[in-house]
């Protein structure tokens, strides 16, 4: 009991700067999706969903940050999983080289993904070489390059939840099935893969919710069809000053997301039911 | 030994309490007294863009309004329209004077959120473009073509925009911006609309033209520095952009040019929040920035048109003749008052239009 109190010492503050600084504006935010000069209404709605710009928007952030964070998935999975065998010492470097990609800004390395993806880019370049033809694969200013940008950003965000997931597994579990005969695929796919699936999820769930926000990354290395809805809510915001629709979008995004966490998290509770295999 | 472990060394705790709040102490410190300090010494607050633009602005106008008057000017970077509407919102204005580009100037305006300024504090005659209500020119910035010199020398490259949109003389893939302002004017000009017949806009024509163009166009650009970068690394041939980018990587030995046979003039302005806390101060400041000896002091750092006609003869020669020729009869001064009534619609209507 006086542990509990204790705990609601520690976190209540904390609770309650939260409470001001995240929930107050936020409620603000919805009730000026709802609210016109002249009264409580849904028009900002209507117009939203009635208006094909918004719903190609939506349709293509959706498919750009839910590949981003599988793309991310499947590049960050295996550096997880390499970074789990190391040594402590060994492991704590590589964790250094990981985080590298946020050394840079944005800006600087969208010039050099051109130097290095561009039409006469060294990639292509080499290809050249190689094939002896004047290879000019696009691989730039469409949706390869914003995957190229948004992985190079999303896969720390993967590493270190799945590589939490991962160190959390029963090492004797691993010795217990060498020991009965197990082959590596086969410790992989019965042992490794299903433990490690709550750090998978919740890597995953985080780096879709954060893909969405973005707008620099499809700006400078995306082309013309892969406009974000940030990009929507900024024009809103910042050109016309039609915040009732900006927070609209903003109200929409929110609940899209909050549905699919929920969604996620029933999944994660049935599959949890199901126990542990061994 | 176990009764020892028990004991947790109260003098380590106290240092590593204390220390902690020095610490945490010392961060925040300069986000509490710094604001206080600058309020109380700040007697103007004008607001302008980074980099070397904030150089040129303190050293043209800034540091010789506060010799001249005694007035603490303090700048700060980026204007944001979004912040203006919370300020004015809020009733709680910092900022005194802006510099607005001519859509936000506008859009600020329709909303409310300048002071009226009183015209007799200007030479209207000598404005290159007229002034509104709320706003005043503060120079004019210069679009226009650019390719690199050393793979498209004389001959090979587009000079007007009728020849930007020719893509059987001049094949490869150019840019255009990603907005409807600009791009309008110049696909108007390419389909062949006289320049002094140009507003109020065919839009219908504009798209239409845009049609033709759309599959040449390998980048529509959202940040500026790109127009200029993607010519550089060869990612394009041809690129509208802006003379002061050119001038710049010229400085930086680059083999990038820019032509000045037609260019779209846009314009920047200056403005007064509404209900400034320092509204006497950013009037003067506002008539001090359009005499023109700080128009040409300001403009040659800057490297635009100045809006004072008479600062022109004023200027450096090797600035010059990076400034738009006035007489050109091709050249389009985007006028910003149309843009003011449209610039919602049409924008929701290009990015539709470019996503399709």
């Not at chain 2, 947790?8 to 206080?36: E, K, N």
């Not at chain 2, 400034?323 to 990015?351: C, E, G, I, Q």
């Amino acid at each position: 009991m006086k542990s509990r109190i204790d705990g609601l010492l520690y976190v209540g503050p904390a609770t309650v700067f939260l409470f001001f600084v995240l929930f107050v504006p936020l409620a603000y935010v919805v009730y000026t999706s709802f609210w016109i000069g002249s009264g409580p209404s849904l028009s900002a709605y209507q117009r939203l969903l009635g208006s094909d710009l918004f719903l190609r928007t939506l349709w293509s952030t959706f498919q750009i940050s839910i590949t981003a964070s599988v793309a991310s998935l499947l590049l960050g999975y295996p550096i997880a999983m390499h970074l789990a065998k190391q040594t402590p010492r060994k492991r704590a470097i590589y964790m250094v080289l990981v985080l590298v990609p946020f050394w840079t800004s944005i800006l600087v390395k969208s010039y050099a993904f051109t130097i290095l993806l561009g039409r006469n880019g060294l990639v292509n370049q080499l290809l050249s070489a190689a094939f002896h033809t004047r290879v000019q694969l696009p691989l730039l200013f469409n949706r390869f390059g914003v995957m190229v940008g948004m992985t190079n950003y999303l896969i720390p965000f993967i590493v270190f939840p799945v590589l939490a997931s991962l160190l959390s597994i029963d090492q004797s579990l691993y010795r217990a099935s060498e020991i009965m005969g197990a082959k590596p695929p086969r410790i992989f796919f019965r042992i490794t893969l299903p433990l490690s699936l709550p750090g998978v999820a919740a890597a995953t769930l985080s780096t879709t919710v954060m893909s969405m926000g973005f707008f620099v990354i499809p700006a400078l290395l995306g082309g013309r069809k892969d406009a974000m809805m940030s990009n929507l809510v900024d024009f809103y915001t910042r050109e016309t000053m039609d915040w009732n629709m900006a927070s609209a979008i903003g109200v929409i995004l929110l609940g899209v997301v909050t549905l699919a966490a929920m969604g996620a998290d029933q999944f994660q509770r049935r599959e949890a039911k199901k126990g542990v295999m061994a | 030994m176990s009764a020892d472990s028990k004991n947790v060394l109260p003098r380590r705790r106290f240092l590593q309490a204390a220390g902690t709040t020095l610490l945490s102490t010392a961060i925040a410190a300069p986000m509490v007294i710094t604001s206080r300090k600058a309020a109380a010494a700040s007697n103007l607050t004008v607001v302008s863009w980074g980099g070397n633009y904030h150089a040129g602005v303190q050293e043209a106008l800034a540091t010789p309004f506060e010799k001249e008057f005694g007035v603490h000017v303090t700048l700060v970077d980026t204007p944001d329209l979004a912040k203006v509407k919370a300020q004015v919102m809020t009733n709680n204005v910092q900022w005194d004077v802006f510099d607005a580009v001519g859509p936000m100037a506008m859009t600020g305006s329709k909303n409310g959120y300048w002071e009226p300024l009183d015209p007799a504090l200007f030479n209207r005659s000598d404005l290159i473009a007229p002034m509104t209500k709320d706003a005043v020119p503060l120079y004019g910035f210069t679009g226009g073509i650019c390719w690199d010199n050393s793979k498209f020398p004389d001959g090979k490259h587009p000079e007007t925009f009728a020849d930007y949109f020719d893509v059987k003389k001049f094949p490869g893939p150019r840019t255009l911006r990603n907005r409807a302002s600009e791009t309008l004017e110049i696909a108007l000009l390419a389909d062949g609309v006289a320049p002094d017949k140009l507003y109020p806009l065919d839009v219908e024509r504009a798209f239409k033209a845009l049609n033709r163009i759309k599959p040449y166009i390998a980048n529509w650009v959202d940040q500026t520095p790109q127009t200029v970068t993607l010519v550089e690394t060869g990612q394009v041939d041809f690129s509208y952009t802006y003379s002061t980018r050119v001038k710049a990587a010229q400085e930086a030995n680059k083999p990038i040019n820019f032509s000045f046979k037609q260019n779209l003039i846009g314009l920047e302005y200056l403005v007064v929040l509404k209900n400034s806390p320092n509204k006497a101060n950013a009037m003067k400041f506002v008539q001090f920035a359009l005499r023109p000896d700080r128009q040409a002091a300001l403009m040659n750092a800057l490297g635009n048109t100045p809006a004072s006609r008479s600062a022109l003869p004023m200027m450096k020669p090797e600035v010059r003749k990076w400034l738009s020729d006035p007489s050109n009869k091709m050249n389009v001064v985007s006028n910003d008052m149309w843009w003011a009534d449209h610039y919602d619609d049409l924008t929701l209507r290009f990015k539709e239009w470019v996503l399709g």
